[in-house]
């Protein structure tokens, strides 16, 4: 049975690509929807950056149709900034709109946005209700699984988000005071699909880093698909992978020496499109080690990519990587 969010169809079992501030842009979403993404966000964009008419702000509402279906996230405190942002956003043509209520980082959960709503759940509730009532777009949300360890609440914020018109709910499975760190734990995301007041979507995010987890998670909890996020990094193949396993239960061959040099070069050629030649170039140093993680003796050529600022000479490294590792592959 197909996943359905409005009237999005994601097909039986979507893999998402997590939205992820200052990785998840259109050259990186380019790549990840060439490897298979079923669908995407934008980075998280803040609500009263779109309201002051920041330049950053609405550079990130930059979507094309190749990237389809396509979500625009915002984050924020003020319900009536978010109810405008959506507004805003909703003019930029995205298939739906998300509203993070799971980023754990201070600048953010520290000024009441992201995951400190969870420590307020009827305001949370109020600032859903009001971007639902904002925008003709389906609606989802992405969140935690509460605070802390003593406020684990997501399985009411799952019912009474329903209740006030979301499509879908991604759930990481971790609490904010966890941040990044431990074991993601994905009991309750299971407890809230087994739930039979919930209708919606039910997607699990945090830890899928291999095909088998995928597979063995899928069986496991039961969820209607999955976010990948940082294992997508630098490794958009991730979401074939998965998909091959899924369909075959064997592995598909990883990526080849070339295959890594094509898809880092296109990336930045998209990069540099986008963000101009001295931005695109200096924003795309933080993929290369993850490109080429596992080879022998990289560090020069790391080092080389990440001192040039000429793009030619960039694409030629780029060669020599390919010369070198195919031979000493072979």
Aim: net charge negative; glycine share 8%; hydrophobic share 35%.
């Amino acid at each position: 049975m197909s996943v359905q969010i409005g009237n999005i169809d994601l097909g039986e079992f979507p893999l998402l690509l997590a939205p992820m501030e200052d990785v998840s842009d259109p050259p990186f979403r380019y790549v990840c929807k060439q490897n298979g993404a079923d669908m995407m966000y934008t980075e998280f964009i803040s609500s009263e950056g779109l309201i002051r008419d920041a330049a950053k702000s609405r550079k990130k509402l930059d979507i094309f149709d190749y990237e389809r279906p396509i979500g625009i996230q915002i984050f924020g405190s003020d319900i009536n900034s978010m109810r405008e942002a959506t507004e805003i956003s909703t003019q930029a043509g995205p298939d739906l709109m998300d509203i993070n209520y799971g980023c754990p980082v201070k600048n953010v959960a520290c000024r009441g946005a992201g995951a400190s709503l969870l420590q307020d759940i009827d305001k949370m509730v109020a600032m859903t209700k009001a971007v639902v009532e904002a925008t003709h777009l389906p609606v989802t949300v992405k969140t935690r699984l509460g605070w802390d360890d003593n406020t684990k609440n997501v399985y009411e914020v799952a019912e009474r988000l329903q209740d006030v018109g979301i499509k879908a709910l991604t759930i990481h499975g971790r609490t904010r005071a966890q941040m990044y760190k431990g074991v993601a734990d994905w009991s309750l995301i299971r407890d809230i699909k087994k739930n039979p007041r919930i209708k919606i979507p039910i997607f699990g995010n945090g830890d899928i880093d291999s095909p088998e987890k995928a597979a063995n998670w899928r069986l496991e909890y039961g969820v209607d698909g999955m976010m990948i996020g940082r294992a997508a990094i630098g490794y958009p193949w991730i979401f074939r992978e998965v998909k091959h396993f899924f369909e075959t239960g064997t592995h598909l061959e990883g990526p080849t020496i070339t295959e890594r040099v094509d898809v880092c070069k296109t990336h930045l050629q998209k990069s540099v499109e986008w963000k101009g030649p001295k931005t695109g170039v200096f924003e795309m140093r933080r993929h290369y080690s993850n490109y080429f993680k596992g080879l022998e003796n990289f560090k020069e050529f790391r080092t080389r990519l990440v001192s040039t600022e000429n793009i030619d000479e960039l694409f030629e490294i780029l060669e020599q990587i390919t010369d070198r590792y195919t031979h000493e592959l072979a």
